[in-house]
């Protein structure tokens, strides 16, 4: 099993940044992924970034793509989420995913969750 803890959500104005993180344990190996997903209130799950604990590769959804960077700390084994210049639009519960081995940007893919953190923008 995996264990996904996120943390670092809240309330910021337009423009703010915030960083969130998600810390892994338990069978979490080299060969995952891991992404962030989100969902807003009324809306279907969406995808906002992905990166591979063991490669450069990363991945963004268009809609935050120049704002948001995903990135990793292998030794502590957190993903972090880097969100600048915030919009009202971005508000969501943002969810930390991870699953084996194939990329991907589709949440019905992933095999392991963590409990989601609240990120509102003001306007």
């Known amino acids: 099993q995996v264990q996904l803890v996120e943390s670092g959500g809240g309330l910021v104005q337009a423009g703010g940044s915030l960083r969130l993180s998600c810390v892994a344990s338990?069978?979490?190996?080299?060969?995952?992924?891991m992404g962030w997903f989100r969902q807003g209130p009324g809306k279907e799950r969406e995808f906002v970034a992905a990166?591979?604990?063991?490669?450069?590769?990363?991945t963004y959804a268009d809609s935050v793509k120049g704002r948001f960077t995903i990135s990793r700390d292998n030794a502590e084994k957190t993903v972090y989420l880097q969100m600048n210049s915030l919009k009202p639009e971005d508000t969501a519960v943002y969810y930390c995913?991870?699953?084996?081995?194939?990329?991907?940007?589709?949440?019905?893919?992933?095999?392991?969750w963590g409990q989601g953190t609240q990120v509102t923008v003001s306007s």
């Open positions: 990166i591979r604990w063991n490669g450069d590769t990363n």
């Open positions: 338990g069978r979490i190996s080299s060969s995952f992924v």
């Open positions: 995913a991870a699953k084996p081995i194939v990329y991907s940007t589709n949440y019905r893919e992933y095999n392991y």
